[in-house]
């Protein structure tokens, strides 16, 4: 059974970055498409970006296109979601998602807080 | 980018209804939309997808249909753990842009 596992909470200064990782158990990770969605206190959720790790291709929702980036590290069987200049309005809970390709297995999501 | 708006935006319905959501495609989308299941306090889970094909576990009250622009996600018989946010995403090129979700409850 694939497992994603997140890394924790987060507590964040406006205008600094966050990294919140997603590392695969269970399965071949490179296999998978690992997306990431938000979700706003109260919002719908959001797409943010998408990583296939197999060839390390990339693509982003064009409202954070500069200011977020998705990495891969296949050797840890990892992904990574960085975003930059954060403000209030990022405060959000983060999730990643893994599939072939859309997400069929899910993080526990990671609530990052942006606050001064 | 496409953009993917739902109808209605919440609803409200019976144990047994029959419960239908519409979700629009900007620009045409072919068959290449999923719908997800949100319960309260939990993430997402996958329910359809290319449009019609139900994900793995998935109950047989939930159907989904449409083509290029119009789409539609039917739960036959609502029970009561169906009370749930339900969102359509499209997965074609480009970005995969969620609807604003539609927030099913039982009357």
């Known amino acids: 059974q694939v497992q994603l596992v997140q890394s924790g909470a987060e507590v964040k200064k406006p205008g600094s970055s966050v990294k919140v990782s997603c590392k695969a158990s269970g399965g071949t990770f490179t296999n998978f498409e690992i997306s990431w969605v938000r979700q706003a206190p109260g919002q719908g959720l959001e797409w943010m970006g998408r990583i296939i790790p197999i060839v390390d291709f990339a693509n982003y929702a064009q409202r954070f296109q500069g200011r977020v980036t998705i990495t891969a590290d296949k050797s840890t069987s990892t992904a990574y979601m960085e975003l930059s200049s954060l403000t209030s309005e990022d405060t959000a809970v983060y999730y990643c998602?893994?599939?072939?390709?859309?997400?069929?297995?899910w993080g526990q999501g990671t609530l990052v807080t942006v606050s001064s | 980018d496409i953009q993917m708006t739902q109808s209605p935006s919440s609803l409200s319905a019976s144990v047994g209804d029959r419960v239908t959501i519409t979700c629009r495609a900007s620009q045409g989308i072919s068959d290449y939309l999923a719908w997800y299941q949100q319960r309260p306090g939990k993430g997402p889970k996958l329910l359809i997808y290319?449009?019609?094909t139900l994900q793995s576990g998935v109950p047989s009250r939930f159907s989904g249909s449409g083509s290029g622009t119009a789409f539609t996600l039917t739960i036959s018989s609502l029970q009561p753990e169906d009370v749930a946010t339900y969102y359509c995403?499209?997965?074609?090129?480009?970005?995969?842009?969620f609807g604003q979700g539609t927030k099913v409850e039982i009357k």
């Open positions: 290319a449009a019609s």
């Open positions: 995403q499209k997965y074609s090129s480009g970005p995969w842009t």
């Open positions: 998602g893994g599939g072939q390709p859309l997400p069929d297995y």
